[in-house]
């Protein structure tokens, strides 16, 4: 890996402020298609993604999560499903959310994960939000992607553990 490609990987930091305006649609599609080039488990693609970018919906979230400013005012939210009969479902999700992120600071993007999205489209008390979203039956929620365009520096690396490697040659 080049100096510039690891750099690149090093620019993908949570980005916790967003401008307010929307993102453009090719830089949607380019996040989109990294999310669909995914590694996946004997390539199920397992994976469904909502993307919301009605403030009002983005709102109501927040609200009934109890929750206010959750999504820091990012104008995209992403919500991340996976198919609950497939071999690895949370699994080829969160790696396809992976690459959302790095594809996002490809182009000038920032995201956030955010995790109360699982808690929310996953209770039963708010069944109807999936429908809603056109999530097909059978997905469960594993979370979120706050996806805007950057109204910060992007943040030094907090601290990393290097103690998490073992070495058997
Ligand atoms: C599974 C998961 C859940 C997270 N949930 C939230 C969240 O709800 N809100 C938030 O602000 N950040 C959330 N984060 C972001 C982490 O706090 C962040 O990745 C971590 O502090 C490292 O910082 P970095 O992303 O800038 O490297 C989450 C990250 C992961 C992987």
Redesign the pocket.
């Known amino acids: 890996m080049s100096k510039e490609e690891l750099d690149f990987l090093k620019r993908?930091?949570?980005?916790?402020r967003f401008l307010p305006e929307q993102i453009q649609p090719e830089q949607l599609k380019a996040i989109e298609e990294a999310a669909v080039l995914s590694a996946s488990a004997m390539n199920e693609q397992a994976w469904f993604f909502a993307v919301i970018q009605r403030e009002d919906i983005i709102e109501q979230l927040e609200e009934l999560a109890d929750s206010e400013g959750?999504f820091?005012g990012a104008r995209t939210v992403i919500v991340l499903f996976g198919k609950e009969d497939a071999i690895a479902p949370e699994t080829d999700t969160?790696l396809a959310a992976a690459d959302m992120m790095h594809a996002a600071v490809a182009v000038n993007l920032g995201t956030?994960?955010?995790?109360?999205a699982k808690k929310l489209f996953n209770d039963p008390r708010y069944s109807q939000l999936k429908a809603a979203c056109g999530v097909p039956e059978g997905y469960t929620c594993y979370?979120s992607l706050?996806v805007g365009i950057p109204d910060q520096e992007i943040?030094k690396?907090?601290k990393r553990r290097y103690d998490v490697f073992s070495y058997i040659r």
């Open positions: 993908r930091r949570s980005i916790r959750a820091y969160i956030c994960f955010i995790y109360l979370g706050a943040p690396p907090s």
